[in-house]
């Protein structure tokens, strides 16, 4: 093991299971999202501007503007 007890972490799991992850060739934990989309709904999605996802600050918060200088 390599010291860190992180599930997310290849290191600490089976080998096993580590191939059949490989063996998707990344599409393991991608079975949507926005390339997934057909193009008329991406268009419809993009132009909300951001809206779409429910935002995650409130305008003006200060979570906001502290993210915002990062």
Do not use: C, L, T
């Amino acid at each position: 093991m390599s010291g860190n007890d992180n599930p997310g972490n290849f290191a600490n799991r089976p080998k096993e299971e580590v191939q059949n992850i490989a063996s998707k060739g990344g599409q393991a934990s991608h079975s949507g999202g926005f390339a997934s989309m057909d193009a008329d709904k991406q268009k419809d999605v993009a132009s909300m501007g951001g809206k779409a996802s429910g935002g995650s600050f409130e305008p003006g918060s200060e979570k906001a503007s502290e993210a915002g200088k990062k």
